[in-house]
């Protein structure tokens, strides 16, 4: 999701629109043009794509370069290509190529911003369970509530989680937002629980947390 957090961010999106060609009985050859073309989509693609990361980071030191380059991909588009000669469109094919690998250097600049940002906000929270429950789990998954896609067994390839059992070494992270945590099970019998963790109320030494279960809520607690 694209956020608007500065008046000079790129915020826009190229579509790619192929590049003019009116057909004569003259003009560059049909494989020239088609590479131009061809070019002309892979960059307004890539385009799109740093616009996309560089919305998810509120680093604007590269808001200037970053427009500088869209306005070079948008005065693309007024070419047309059946006015070139073949070697006019291997110039402009030379220039596509060195706006892509700009784009390519700051693809991978706002990626190690992004990763700075992110470990700039989160805390680690080193958490240990304590199973005070009569049930075994053969699985268990800890995500962030806004990050199910991020959902990891980490009982696979083990006998489960058994009653009376500790298990130690599990971490959580304590973002800005302190946007809660899913503790999610399934026992030996496929029923499943989940328990929301609020970790506004976790310390960066750690907590300890015992499962018990509720029969009349049929629930897994955690405190």
Same mark, same amino acid.
């Not at 008046?7 to 560059?28: E, H, M, Q, R």
């Not at 700039?120 to 962030?144: C, D, G, R, V």
């Given at each position: 999701?694209? =956020?608007?957090?500065?008046?000079?961010?790129?915020?826009?999106?190229?579509?790619?629109?192929?590049?003019?060609?009116?057909?004569?009985?003259?003009?560059?050859?049909?494989?020239? %043009?088609?590479?131009?073309?061809?070019?002309?989509?892979?960059?307004?693609?890539?385009?799109? =794509?740093? !616009?996309?990361?560089?919305?998810?980071?509120?680093?604007?030191?590269?808001?200037?370069?970053?427009? +500088?380059?869209?306005?070079?991909?948008?005065? %693309?588009?007024? #070419?047309?290509?059946?006015?070139?000669?073949?070697?006019?469109?291997?110039?402009?094919?030379?220039?596509?190529?060195?706006?892509?690998?700009? #784009?390519?250097? #700051?693809? $991978?600049?706002?990626?190690? %911003?992004?990763?700075?940002?992110?470990?700039?906000?989160? @805390? /680690?929270?080193?958490?240990?369970?304590?199973?005070?429950?009569?049930?075994?789990?053969?699985?268990?998954?800890?995500?962030?509530?806004?990050? !199910?896609?991020?959902?990891?067994? &980490?009982?696979?390839? @083990?006998?489960?989680? !058994?009653?009376?059992?500790?298990?130690?070494?599990?971490?959580? #992270?304590?973002? &800005?937002?302190? @946007?809660?945590? %899913?503790?999610?099970?399934?026992? +030996?019998?496929? +029923?499943?629980?989940? !328990?929301?963790?609020?970790? $506004?109320?976790?310390?960066?030494?750690?907590?300890?947390?015992?499962?018990?279960?509720?029969? /009349?809520?049929?629930?897994?607690?955690?405190?």
């Amino acid at each position: 999701m694209i =956020q608007n957090k500065a008046v000079s961010k790129i915020k826009f999106f190229i579509f790619s629109l192929f590049l003019s060609v009116i057909f004569t009985g003259c003009g560059p050859s049909e494989e020239k %043009i088609a590479q131009a073309q061809d070019a002309y989509t892979a960059l307004t693609q890539l385009h799109n =794509q740093v !616009v996309e990361a560089h919305g998810l980071i509120d680093d604007n030191s590269l808001d200037k370069e970053l427009v +500088a380059l869209a306005q070079q991909v948008k005065q %693309i588009e007024t #070419y047309h290509l059946n006015e070139l000669k073949d070697e006019e469109i291997d110039t402009l094919l030379q220039t596509m190529d060195d706006l892509t690998k700009s #784009y390519e250097e #700051y693809l $991978n600049t706002i990626k190690t %911003i992004r990763e700075e940002e992110t470990a700039a906000i989160l @805390t /680690e929270i080193p958490l240990t369970l304590l199973n005070n429950t009569e049930m075994t789990f053969q699985t268990l998954s800890l995500y962030s509530k806004d990050s !199910v896609s991020h959902e990891a067994d &980490v009982l696979e390839d @083990t006998s489960g989680f !058994v009653p009376g059992q500790y298990l130690a070494g599990l971490v959580i #992270y304590r973002d &800005v937002s302190h @946007t809660p945590w %899913i503790l999610k099970l399934e026992n +030996a019998e496929g +029923a499943s629980y989940e !328990v929301q963790l609020p970790v $506004n109320t976790y310390g960066e030494d750690g907590v300890s947390l015992t499962l018990t279960y509720d029969s /009349e809520q049929n629930e897994i607690k955690c405190s």
